[in-house]
């Protein structure tokens, strides 16, 4: 057995033994996602054809996506540190990509998991969220979506050494960052300057390509956008990430 599958394995394990962190991993979003629905149901946007449900369900999931993979790696790092496990595993011939990359791939099962779910209940008669032909085009933005904000949580992971510590932070980072990117608040009706704002948080982009992608509400020159976007912002959280990466608390 290799190292990545070796650890791999292990992040999987961690992540369904700890049944509290699954379920609300899975549940906090479809709480949004009801209440919105509930508010605004039955009730459509003008001139697109679509309910608000249609709007409101990708940026939800958007938030539900980020941070999930944010607070997994985070607290998944900060413990293997504590635990002195990542300590161990320097000492054999693993890399930190092979560390990185087992957390990734357990990342992105629960992330299929999670909008699996997520849209299945959004779809349903009490709800209505009806997802637009160009649909498939959010597989590869919820790829995107955990690939930075995984990359985001690797930087906090490694620099905070207590839960409560990851909790603050990644709740510092991701929550202001939903109001900001609108995923609960449409952009529009903020003022210009915070409209620029968002434009400097990667969560905008996320919630820019659901949209379009359940929606087809804007364009597909929109969408590239948001893809080049993420890449550029993934590829600087893990240079950093890496950087500043602690195998231990002394180092």
Not at 30 to 44: A, H, P, T
Not at 118 to 144: C, H, I, Q, T, Y
Not at 159 to 177: H, S, Y
């Amino acid at each position: 057995m290799s190292a990545y599958t070796a650890l791999a394995r292990a992040s999987y394990k961690a992540s369904v033994r700890d049944g509290t962190t699954l379920f609300f991993t899975f549940a906090f979003p479809l709480v949004f996602l009801v209440i919105f629905g509930l508010i605004f149901r039955n009730q459509e946007v003008a001139e697109t054809g679509h309910g608000y449900i249609d709007f409101i369900a990708p940026g939800v999931l958007s938030w539900g996506l980020a941070s999930a993979a944010l607070f997994g790696v985070s607290f998944t790092l900060m413990q293997w540190r504590n635990d002195d496990l990542l300590r161990i595993i320097r000492l054999s011939p693993t890399s930190i990509w092979s560390v990185v990359g087992s957390r990734y791939a357990v990342a992105l099962a629960i992330g299929v998991a999670q909008s699996l779910l997520f849209v299945g209940v959004a779809m349903l008669p009490f709800l209505g969220m009806r997802p637009d032909g160009k649909w498939p085009l959010s597989l590869p933005m919820m790829l995107l979506a955990v690939t930075t904000f995984l990359a985001l949580g690797l930087i906090v992971g490694s620099r905070a050494d207590t839960a409560e510590a990851v909790a603050a932070i990644a709740n510092c980072i991701v929550v202001p960052m939903a109001f900001l990117s609108g995923s609960f608040y449409p952009l529009e009706l903020m003022p210009g300057w915070l409209q620029g704002i968002s434009r400097a948080l990667p969560l905008r982009y996320v919630n820019d390509g659901m949209a379009y992608a359940f929606t087809g509400f804007g364009s597909m020159t929109d969408y590239l956008v948001a893809c080049g976007a993420l890449v550029g912002f993934a590829v600087v959280f893990a240079v950093i990430g890496v950087r500043t990466f602690r195998w231990s608390h002394s180092s």
